[in-house]
């Protein structure tokens, strides 16, 4: 380049001492070399590039750091910017001069302004960045491009004044005015350092623009850590939008769609002498009113640079308050499309207005608010639901209470064994729904007592009592599946635990034992008196916690079990090893899971192979495929009564059974033949039964232990019963009885059935 007014020996030594300086010693060490050749009291440079010409600011004036963000004659230089012409001091308002004084604290004698171009001859090819374009890409090129040149001429020729920077000196020494020797000495000077300005000023954007978007996962992860509580996330979603856009208040709305108002609940109030912020009540609004209306029912973002001037603007909250509303930036919160909620910050603290980039911030920040306030709102109905089964399983637990005085006398009570009182207890052929209901948990506790459970696993009494207690009170009131039935099962487990010998063989071991009395207890708690099916038919509460997992009910009665055992006072378990306690848990889940006859069928197999082999002590899984067989079994003993207690057993599953199949057909469902008491011929469901599922099982048990050939003897002559019932009923022509139950309360079809079939010596 040649130098005209400049010395080519200070411009060089200048530029050598501009590497590698940040934006701001640059401006220093030019405006002490501008000074120094021109003669100006100040020298002061405003960056264009990067910048929204409505918000420019300066950063250094003369030697000192100055964030000045109301530039002085702001419309003279906004107007130099666009015609690219000189400024000099008669070109300024008395109101210009004004601001330049309070700026530079004197007088402003003479003014210079000169406008610095972009060096590019080609500017059209080069992207220019106005604000931050991370978010979205520069248009300006594919705009050209659709012309097909026309204009592009005129377009670049207008580009070519637009400066870059404009470099003011204010008070040339001696009174003198700024001459064109002046602005010969600006230029030349920019013509050598000016390329370095530019790459100084894009790289700390760029960094700046790095360090925003850290800044913005930063916030994002801050946000996603304060779910547990609405309130504390929407004062931090309020504290991070004002740190990110440098704004001094914030207000947050949620949008109410079922009463159409927005609703502010926390606010950026006035700071107390504690610290704390004041408390003011819950706002609404409506949904359609003033700016935060507009924006929740447009979804589009508003930036107001000067709000006095936008009709939506309320004043009337100023005056009430005293804050002075300059400026405001508007956003929606969304989600999948839908205006969740509308954050409104005002009055940016760094610059006149709001800028694009702010706009742009915003609107990135908005997509995390969004995800936050969602899965913070779901959260707490998680939380809530949560809460309220907690509330209702202790509601539930305190009405199940037992009153101590029924503990006392259960454990003080139960010291004989129950054979004393029913001398045939422990034979297979003993009914036990026979035994009044006031003595069964007497009969339960003297069951744990004769298999030496207390004193194995040092069960304190009472705690057994409350547990039995606790146990048949979680039993509902069905016709079948309640308290009596599982003591029913309980005492058959009992049965063949000593009969058997199970654990002296050691197939069961002694902790098996003890898990499988207490599952047989409790392996219909809670039952509703309906099958599995009609829950995940019915869509039930049931049916949404477990039928992932499948056998709904057994799941449930399971939790119930373990709300049982972890109630106070009921722990059975508490003093088993760590261990123990751990498989105990897992052998009673496993073994209430094997009631579901599903899971028996699949197991069926399996129990065959073991019995087709030989039943090996040492092996785990045939110690799992014989508890579940017992288990299963105790669930079905009914079945190996004598003929007329199972005939009463089968009135109260059949009673159950018509029930579920009425209200399936009052949600118009078609219920299976078993249910509908319209097409039920009981005699031939119960031999069907018998045969697909009782039989088999009986028979493997006897082939297990031959000291249980008797119920299964039990169960082959029950089923002739049921069929001499059958062709009696078929002789009289009632096959197709309508009234399906009476079949129950015929005296004289329960004699002809047992007269037949003890002239048969059946």
Known sequence: MECTVSSPTALLSLCSSLHGLSGTALQIKVNKYLSEWTGAETAFIVPIEHQERDSLFIQVIGGSLREVTQVPAANVLQEQIEEGKIVHENDLTEDNLIELKALLGSDVRSFL?????????????????????????????????????????????????????????????????????????????????????????????????????????????????????????????????????????????????????????????????????????????????GIVGHVASSGMLVNIKNAYHHPLFYRGFDEETGFKTRNILCFPICDNNEVIGVAELCNKQSGAHFTKFDEEMATAFSSYCGLAILHSLMYKKVADAQYRSKLSNELMMYHMKVPEEEVTHLSSTSLESTKKIYQKFNLFKFAPRTIPLNDSTSAMFSIFSDLGMLTKWRIPRDSLARFILMVRRGYRDPPYHNWSHGFTVAHFSYLLLDKCKLMAKGVISELEAFALIIACMCHDLDHRGTTNTFQISSNSVLAALYSSEGSVMERHHFAQSMCILNTEGCNILENLSKKEYTQCLDLIRDYILATDLAHHLRMLPEMENMLGAGVDPSNPQHHHLTSCLVMTASDLSDQTKDWINSKKSAELVYNEFFTQGDLEKAMGNKPVESMDREKAFIPTLQIQFLDHIVIPVYRILADLDSEAEEPYKSVLENKEYWKVMGNILEERGLGENRDVMNIFQDELLEKEVLEYCLEKKL
């Open 113 to 289: 302004s000169v406008p610095i171009p972009n060096p590019s001859e080609d500017t059209s090819k080069i992207k220019r960045r106005r604000t931050s374009t991370f978010f979205k890409e520069d248009l300006s090129s594919l705009q050209n491009a659709a012309t097909n040149g026309a204009g592009s001429e005129k377009a670049a020729r207008k580009k070519t004044q637009e400066p870059v920077l404009l470099v003011c000196l204010v008070n040339k020494k001696n009174r003198e005015q700024f001459q064109e020797q002046d602005v010969s000495i600006i230029r030349e000077c920019f013509q050598a350092c000016i390329g370095i300005f530019l790459s100084t000023f894009t790289l700390e954007e760029e960094l700046r623009h790095k360090s925003q978007l850290q800044k913005l996962l930063t916030v994002a992860k801050n946000l996603f850590t304060h779910l547990g509580d609405v309130t504390i996330l929407l004062r931090q979603i309020m504290a991070e939008a004002r740190r990110l856009t440098q704004a001094e208040r914030c207000s947050l709305f949620l949008v109410d769609n079922k009463h159409q108002e927005l609703v502010a609940k926390v606010f950026d109030g006035n700071i107390l002498p504690d610290g704390t912020t004041e408390q003011q009540s819950e706002v609404r609004l409506p949904l359609n009113m």
